[in-house]
């Protein structure tokens, strides 16, 4: 399927976010079919390997403009272009990370990023000893560099590794300084104004909860 039809696809606006966080992983299912060969899946086949319902996994498809033919199912060709501009995993996105320490570092280096279209290209930080230096190929620069390069590269996209306390400044600082997304991988719930998107990624809420089965099954 033509890239430029794709494009021209018209996506719904309020689209659930428990749809949107299933798409990449449908999206990896497809890959991964394709790779073996594989031209045509059905919705039942896709609902079975994701352990969802065969309803759910059609009412998701359907949002990238994308139907299935009977008997037949999806292209799969045809709904993985459709899913990446969906995503918008086919166009690039870059970002600046503040925290350049070892979560940070961690995050620059991987390479997942790429598939998705997100590219760190610069990281900052205040310690001297990481100034300067480059991690994976991106430099790191004085947070007081931040404003100036965001401005000039337009950056709308930052990402915070830093410990929980520096968190909202880091925060309050890429809200002023232009900012209009922020990847928060800080133990701590930040504050922004309402234009300015979060979306929280919390390690150690995610470590808890897998602790607490460990230490306390379910009977």
């Known amino acids: 399927m033509d890239s430029a039809v794709v494009s021209n696809i018209k996506k719904p606006v309020g689209v659930p976010e428990p749809t949107v966080r299933r798409m990449p992983k449908y999206l990896n299912l497809l890959k991964s ?3 073996e060969g594989d031209l045509f899946v059905s919705a039942p086949y896709i609902a079975r390997l994701q352990g969802l319902d065969n309803t759910q996994v059609v009412k998701d498809l359907a949002y990238t403009g994308i139907t299935g033919k009977p ?3 999806y292209s799969i ?3 993985i272009l459709a899913l990446e501009d969906f995503l ?4 690039k996105h870059e970002a600046f ?4 320490g070892f979560l940070g570092s961690a995050l620059i280096q991987y390479q997942g990023f790429k598939e998705s279209g ?7 930080d205040i310690d001297k000893q ?6 994976g190929g991106v430099p790191v620069f004085h947070l007081e560099k931040f404003r100036d390069l965001a401005s000039r590269l337009h950056i709308s996209m930052g990402i915070i590794s830093t410990p929980a306390g520096a968190a909202q400044n880091i925060a309050d600082l890429m809200a002023g300084w232009g900012i209009k997304a922020i990847w928060n991988f800080a133990p701590v719930t930040i504050k922004v104004p309402d234009h300015v998107f979060v979306q929280d990624t919390h390690l150690y809420a995610n470590l808890a909860v897998i602790l607490n089965k460990l230490t306390h099954p379910a009977k």
Request: net charge positive; charged share 30%.
């Open 130 to 135: 990481k100034v300067g230096k480059e991690i």
């Open 33 to 35: 079919m394709q790779k």
């Open 118 to 124: 997100m590219r760190i290209v610069a990281a900052f």
């Open 88 to 91: 918008g995993f086919n166009r």
């Open 77 to 79: 060709e045809e709904l």
């Open 97 to 100: 990370l503040v925290g350049a």
């Open 71 to 73: 008997r037949v199912g």
